[in-house]
């Protein structure tokens, strides 16, 4: 079906409006997204409703809604479930907007990297110039950073020029760490502490207490307590207390959600209840590839 720039424009603005709101959409609100009088997207209306694009709601909340024919016809997915793909504009989210649709535009180029990404509501948000940030995206955790180099206000698409590409491994945080097993007990002296972690060859272990976690120590407290003359000092006064912890069965991008929340470097991954090893930030493996020089620096948040 061949339709004009102007009802891509209306129609797309209705779709983003409708997920934002949860129901039907008045004239006047699509008017003022698209810098249009109402009388223009009334008198659209009445043909988009002619070819089965939109439907009519009557009442006080009525208004407009789309059809499962406008998704076919501006291929959008519209599946029960969706989850929002966030997009960020210099560092901060920007809200009420969502990516649906990301594509890469210049594949055989040598030169060039470019990707495209047809977003759900006010495109007009983003300028040519802006650094973004596009994702996790809610499968496979993609996120692709960028600049953006164009705008089809029409079609809602956002062109930019890619930095780097990210995606956290779809493997359980077990997988990537030792199965050693080993521990601290929290009244043990820091020379029995080194010596354990020298034995399994690890980087830190949690601290027990009557088999409760209640820390993790690190070769680098170990380290300062040993330069400071502290042999036998007990770990309890050179650990980490509030220890973090997470089922070794979870999946590396929940790891990497629970580093940003509770902005800690390590965490001790459990397995049947019991300690099975220490994660570090650091260790989380992220497959990435960098398209020339980096302009967003790599960190796991916004």
């Not at 902005?263 to 099975?276: L, R």
Request: charged content about 20%; proline content about 4%; some cysteine.
């Amino acid at each position: 079906m061949k339709l004009t720039t102007t009802q891509v424009e209306i129609l797309t603005t209705l779709i983003s409006l409708f997920r934002r709101k949860g129901g039907a959409v008045k004239g006047d609100e699509l008017a003022v997204m698209i810098n249009r009088t109402s009388g223009t997207v009334r008198n659209h209306m009445q043909a988009l409703r002619a070819l089965g694009m939109v439907e009519s709601v009557p009442g006080p909340k009525g208004g407009y809604r789309p059809t499962s024919q406008t998704y076919d016809t501006l291929h959008i997915t519209n599946l029960p479930g969706m989850t929002k793909t966030n997009i960020y504009r210099n560092g901060k989210i920007v809200k009420d907007v969502t990516a649906c649709e990301i594509s890469f535009t210049t594949v055989q180029d040598p030169k060039t990297c470019n990707g495209r990404v047809k977003v759900l509501g006010d495109i007009r948000k983003f300028h040519d110039g802006d650094i973004i940030k596009i994702g996790p995206t809610p499968n496979n955790k993609l996120v692709i950073r960028g600049k953006v180099i164009g705008r089809d206000d029409t079609r809602n698409i956002l062109v930019y020029a890619i930095s780097e590409v990210i995606t956290l491994p779809k493997r359980r945080i077990r997988e990537w760490v030792s199965n050693n097993r080993a521990t601290v007990e929290v009244d043990n002296t820091v020379k029995v502490a080194a010596d354990t972690l020298l034995k399994h060859e690890i980087a830190g272990a949690p601290v027990m207490d009557n088999n409760t976690i209640v820390g993790i120590v690190m070769l680098t407290d170990i380290i300062r307590a040993l330069i400071a003359g502290s042999i036998n000092q007990k770990v309890w006064n050179i650990m980490s207390g509030d220890a973090i912890s997470i089922d070794g069965d979870a999946s590396i991008s929940s790891v990497a959600k629970l580093f940003d929340q509770h902005q800690v470097n390590n965490i001790v991954v459990v397995v049947n209840g019991k300690p099975y090893g220490v994660v570090s930030k650091k260790d989380i493996p992220q497959d990435r590839i960098t398209i020339g020089e980096s302009i967003i620096a790599p960190t796991m948040s916004a």
